[in-house]
């Protein structure tokens, strides 16, 4: 079975740092690209970055470019997100999903999220 | 504002054929497959059709996908108190170079 598990969210100043964690079982992660999707309170989804089965190929939307990084270890199973210079309109539900193979960037299997609270 | 457009909202009754559309552009829907995703109340989004009309194992086949130029519609048929739900379309961009999603519609089955 497939499943992925976030971690890492919780209440952040702004202008801090978290990073959040993805890990993942039920399939071999090298095998797959992988994508972060938020969700703000009460709001629709927004994509926020994927990454390539080898991590060699990485996009972010606009509203995150230069603040967050993706980044992943296959030999660990894990996806991350660094997410820096945080403000209050990145507080949301964080999902990580995988993609349907390894250069694909829709999310297909989801995880639960983490929540990321920015405020002061 | 997103870049693929959705109506807010929608509705049914019980057993009737609901759908749902989602407008893009030619470097959006136009270039590129559309999954359509449900997000039930208080739970992750779940993949419902993916490249345009293909449903993953589990998918009841009252879910359908078709695609035409640059826009998209997902069809309900048979409608269930359980399909009440939030449905985004989402689709690759070339400009932007991202995955978009549209804003959203919501189903209230009546």
């Known amino acids: 079975e497939v499943q992925l598990l976030e971690s890492g969210g919780g209440l952040a100043q702004p202008g801090g740092s978290l990073r959040l964690s993805c890990a993942v079982s039920g399939f071999t992660l090298r095998n797959y690209g992988m994508t972060w999707v938020r969700q703000a309170p009460g709001k629709g989804l927004e994509w926020v970055s994927a990454?390539?089965?080898?991590?060699?190929?990485?996009y972010y939307a606009d509203s995150v470019k230069g603040r967050f990084t993706i980044s992943r270890d296959n030999s660990k199973n894990t996806l991350y997100l660094l997410m820096k210079s945080l403000r209050a309109d990145d507080t949301a539900v964080y999902y990580c999903?995988?993609?349907?193979?390894?250069?694909?960037?829709?999310?297909?299997?989801w995880g639960r999220g983490t929540l990321v609270t920015v405020s002061s | 504002q997103s870049v693929l457009t959705q109506p807010p909202s929608a509705s049914g009754t019980p057993g009737q054929r609901v759908t749902i559309s989602c407008s893009g552009t030619?470097?959006?829907?136009?270039?590129?497959?559309v999954n359509w995703y449900q997000q039930l109340p208080g739970t992750a989004p779940k993949l419902l059709i993916y490249k345009n009309n293909q449903r993953p194992s589990g998918v009841p086949d009252r879910f359908s996908g078709s695609k035409s130029g640059s826009s998209a519609s997902l069809a309900i048929s048979g409608l269930r108190s359980e399909d009440e739900a939030d449905y985004y379309c989402?689709?690759?961009?070339?400009?932007?170079?991202?995955?978009?999603f549209g804003g959203g519609t919501k189903l209230t089955v009546l």
């Open positions: 989402a689709a690759w961009d070339h400009n932007l170079s991202g995955v978009m």
């Open positions: 990454i390539s089965d080898t991590g060699t190929v990485i």
């Open positions: 030619s470097s959006s829907i136009g270039g590129n497959y």
């Open positions: 999903a995988r993609a349907f193979d390894s250069g694909d960037s829709y999310p297909y299997d």
